[in-house]
């Protein structure tokens, strides 16, 4: 199927953007030709990984994209060799070896970083922690030093911690801006999205669902409340929505008997949320998506809701609506583990 084709495959389904945004938008340029939009290099830094590889391939689809940068440990020069030969827009380079991250980021306008090892059957978030918070915090490291500017997306698990990683390295280094800093939760947003539409028997493609919190387990809360169009769903519909939503990950996890993760579908949520990145820098007005950042919605530091993007990355971060009682209670309970997980990524961060 030609690259054309995709894009035109994703379209049919095209709704404005938002936190529901659909996948046709993701392929529209939304005001910007290819030949009139702007230069922007994206990085990837994991793209030889089960995330990596099919991001690389979406982000090579976007029309927004100039110039595609493919880093990782090993295996980078394969991956960018084989997605260089897609006839759209981007120029794509392959890098691999820390001697070559450097040359990767330079100059780069959004970094997305899947980088890290999967969750396993049985694998907490806090086991994937103790593996991932030390790549999370040395790629940030560099991004400090070579591209210290760049909008960051951060895919690595657990998003709860690394996120607060992310944020700490940048401040040691004297570079942080809160407003660039973005952890990706479009997954759970998607999941929110896909499992209401069946549920409900609504097309998804109109289907808008917020979703607060964190994301991890119990602190994504999916404001089923606040969904549109209205389903109709009985309270015990909504806890068992909520639930699988949570459990999202784990359900994939199980399905892949010990043999992957949520690698596809989190690979389609990253580049969506990566494009309303570059419609916010291209100054596409109304582009909001849910992502874990810098927060004062609430007493924690940082928190997921829907968040304006501008031509600086966050320009507003919006408030969480009128919540149901049931929802209400889950954001007083998923405050513990949410607050934990953020203070043990600072932590790490200064070496505690």
Not at 130 to 137: D, E, T
Not at 181 to 208: I, P, Q, W
Not at 217 to 240: C, H, K, Y
């Amino acid at each position: 199927m030609k690259a054309a084709m995709l894009r035109s495959v994703f379209r049919r389904s095209t709704t404005t953007s938002s936190s529901a945004t659909a996948a046709s938008s993701y392929f529209s340029s939304r005001g910007f030709a290819s030949e009139s939009a702007p230069e922007r290099k994206v990085t990837i830094l994991g793209a030889a990984g089960g995330i990596g590889q099919p991001l690389s391939l979406l982000m090579k689809l976007n029309p927004l994209v100039s110039s595609l940068s493919l880093y990782d440990i090993a295996g980078t020069p394969g991956v960018a060799a084989d997605v260089s030969h897609i006839n759209t827009r981007s120029e794509v380079k392959g890098y691999a070896s820390d001697e070559q991250l450097g040359q990767a980021l330079e100059g780069s306008d959004i970094v997305i970083i899947p980088a890290g090892v999967p969750r396993k059957p049985g694998m907490t978030r806090d086991d994937l922690f103790k593996i991932n918070a030390g790549i999370v915090k040395s790629l940030c490291e560099a991004i400090a030093k070579y591209c210290p500017h760049a909008i960051v997306n951060m895919i690595s698990n657990p998003v709860n911690s690394t996120v607060p990683i992310a944020a700490e390295v940048f401040k040691l280094r004297g570079v942080y801006d809160e407003k660039k800093l973005f952890g990706v939760t479009t997954l759970d947003v998607v999941r929110a999205r896909t499992f209401y539409a069946g549920k409900a028997k609504v097309n998804v493609a109109g289907v808008h669902v917020p979703v607060i919190g964190g994301h991890a387990g119990v602190t994504i809360l999916p404001l089923f409340s606040q969904a549109t169009p209205s389903g109709n769903l009985s309270d015990e519909e909504i806890r068992a929505l909520t639930k699988r939503t949570q459990e999202g990950g784990t359900e994939v996890v199980e399905a892949k008997a010990g043999k992957g993760s949520a690698t596809l579908s989190m690979a389609y949520a990253g580049a969506i949320f990566a494009d309303a990145c570059l419609k916010g820098l291209n100054g596409v007005p109304d582009v909001v998506e849910c992502s874990f950042v810098q927060s004062t919605v609430t007493d924690l530091p940082f928190f997921a809701s829907k968040v304006r993007l501008g031509k600086n990355g966050v320009e507003e971060v919006l408030g969480l609506g009128t919540l149901s009682d049931f929802e209400q209670q889950g954001l007083e309970a998923l405050k513990p583990e949410l607050k934990s997980s953020i203070e043990k990524g600072i932590a790490f961060a200064h070496g505690k």
